[in-house]
């Protein structure tokens, strides 16, 4: 028999290794499940609606599983059509 090295995780690696055989979900995996099944156009209006709450684009970023970068985008994005909408 062949004896394989443990590793010891921590509980951040556990909990993703939870999610990943289907296991019990964290309250924030679930809420970013719940925010890609949604269609662009409610993604993008959730994305508005946490940013119009004051949370930072950092915090975002985090609680949507996405990249600082693209929360920056569909913000310019729809202040862009905002501004063009008032004109």
Do not use: C, K, Y
């Amino acid at each position: 028999m062949i004896r394989r090295p443990t590793l010891t995780l921590g509980p951040e690696a556990h909990e993703r290794r939870q999610e990943r055989i289907g296991g019990a979900l964290s309250t924030e995996a679930l809420a970013r499940f719940h925010f890609h099944a949604l269609a662009p156009t409610e993604q993008t209006a959730a994305i508005r609606r946490l940013a119009a709450a004051g949370q930072g684009e950092h915090t975002i970023a985090h609680a949507t599983g996405l990249s600082v970068d693209m929360i920056r985008r569909v913000l310019a994005a729809s202040n862009a059509n905002n501004q063009g909408n008032s004109a």
